[in-house]
C-alpha cells in the first residue's frame, strides 16, 4: 500500500502582485483534484497582469488555543480572568519558557458559569504555529494555577480558539494571517478577459455572495468559494488542509469605480508557515523555493509571504469563477471540457 496520496499539481500565473509584502510577479502551485481551478485562477492571473497589479494588506496576524479553568464560583472566574489581562508581561515570561518564538499579545475571555475561558492569541514566527501555541498555552496553564490556586485544570483546549471550526470569533478576533487584496480592473479588461462588465460582477456578487449567503445563514462570510485555491494552495505547500475550514471565511467586495470594477476579497483566518510539520517533504520545498519562501528573512517574513500569495490566488480564482457565473452556461460548459481534459491551463 502506497504511503503518499498523489494529487495532480500545477503552477500557473504569474500574478502581478504590489504591497510591502511582495511587489513582484509570482508562480503559483496548486494540487486538486478539481482541474477548472487551474485555468480558473489562471485567467484572473492575467487580469493581474494587465490591471496594474493586484495590492495585498497584511492587516494583523496571531495564532490561538483558549483553554478552561474552573473556579469555585463566577465571582472568582472574573475577578481573576480581569487580573490576567492586566499581567501580560508577566505571562509572557511562561511563554518564553516554551519556545523561543511565540509571544503572547493578547489574551480574551469569557466567563460560563464557574468556568472561566481564555482565549490566547500568540504571533508564531514562521510557523503555523498549532503545536508551538498549544504547548506555550500548557505552560501559562501551569503559571496560572501556581499564582491562583483556587482554579482547577479543565482542558488545554476549549473550542474558543477555534480550531478548525465554523465560528464568529475568528473572523471578529481573528486567527492566522488576515489579508486584504484589491485591485481596480479597467472595463477593457473585463469584457476582453473575463468575457463580461463590471456592473454584471458587482450585481453578481450582491446577488451571489452577499445576499446568497444572507439567506443562507452563513456565519462572516460571503464568497463563491475560497475554500477550492485555499485547499489546493495548502495541499502544494504543506499545511494543515482542515484549516480551510476556519480559512474559507470571508467576504468579497465588487463595486463601481468610474467606468472600472473595483475587486476585494478580505480573508481574516489564512492559516499558513513555512517550517514545521510537512515541510520537509521534496515537493513541499520546492514549491516553497518557488514562491521565494525559504530565504532568510527576519522571523515571519517568510510566512507572512506566502499568506499574501494565497490570499491573491484565491482572490484570482474568485473573481475568475464570478465572471463566468454571469454568462449563462459558462461554468458548466468549462468544467466539462476542463474535466474531461480537453482543455490545458
Request: proline fraction near 3%; aromatic fraction near 6%.
Amino acid at each position: 500500500m502506497a504511503d503518499v496520496a498523489a494529487v495532480p499539481m500545477k503552477s500557473i500565473g504569474p500574478l502581478k502582485i504590489v504591497g510591502t509584502t511582495i511587489n513582484q510577479e509570482v508562480m503559483v502551485p496548486l494540487a486538486t483534484y478539481e482541474s477548472p481551478v487551474w485555468p480558473s485562477t489562471n485567467r484572473g492571473a492575467k487580469v493581474t497582469r494587465l490591471s496594474g497589479g493586484m495590492l495585498v494588506t497584511m492587516v494583523d496576524e496571531r495564532m490561538t488555543r483558549s483553554s478552561i479553568l474552573k473556579a469555585p464560583n463566577a465571582s472568582v472566574a472574573a475577578r481573576i480572568a480581569k487580573a490576567l489581562v492586566s499581567r501580560l508581561d508577566e505571562l509572557n515570561q511562561a511563554v518564553a519558557e516554551s519556545s523561543r518564538f511565540a509571544k503572547l499579545i493578547d489574551i480574551h475571555y469569557q466567563v460560563v458559569g464557574r468556568e472561566l475561558y481564555i482565549r490566547f492569541e500568540f504571533t508564531t514566527g514562521d510557523a503555523a504555529g498549532h503545536n508551538m501555541v498549544t504547548r506555550a498555552s500548557d505552560y501559562l496553564l501551569r503559571w496560572i494555577q501556581k499564582e491562583y490556586t483556587e482554579l482547577e485544570y479543565v482542558s488545554v483546549s476549549a473550542n474558543y480558539c477555534t480550531d478548525k471550526k465554523n465560528s464568529a470569533v475568528n473572523g471578529i478576533l481573528g486567527r492566522g494571517k488576515y489579508v486584504v487584496t484589491e485591485m481596480t480592473i479597467p472595463r477593457q479588461v473585463c469584457q476582453d478577459v473575463l468575457k463580461t462588465t463590471p456592473e454584471k460582477i458587482v450585481a453578481m456578487n450582491t446577488k451571489k455572495n452577499l445576499m446568497g449567503s444572507l439567506i443562507a445563514g452563513s456565519v462572516r462570510s460571503a464568497n463563491a468559494h475560497f475554500a477550492n485555491i485555499l485547499l489546493a494552495f495548502y495541499l502544494a505547500t504543506g499545511q494543515d488542509a482542515a484549516n480551510i475550514v476556519e480559512g474559507s471565511q470571508g467576504f468579497v467586495t465588487a463595486e463601481m469605480q468610474e467606468d472600472d470594477l473595483y475587486f476585494a476579497t478580505t480573508m481574516p483566518n489564512i492559516i499558513v508557515g513555512t517550517i514545521g510539520n510537512g515541510k520537509g517533504l521534496p515537493f513541499v520545498q520546492e514549491n516553497l523555493a518557488l514562491l521565494d519562501c525559504v530565504a532568510k528573512r527576519p522571523a515571519g517574513e517568510n510566512a507572512r509571504r506566502l499568506a499574501a500569495i494565497c490570499a491573491a490566488a484565491t482572490a484570482c480564482c474568485e473573481l475568475s469563477l464570478l465572471a463566468a457565473l454571469t454568462n449563462p452556461g459558462e461554468l458548466m460548459r468549462a468544467h466539462v471540457a476542463f474535466e474531461r481534459g480537453k482543455e490545458k491551463v
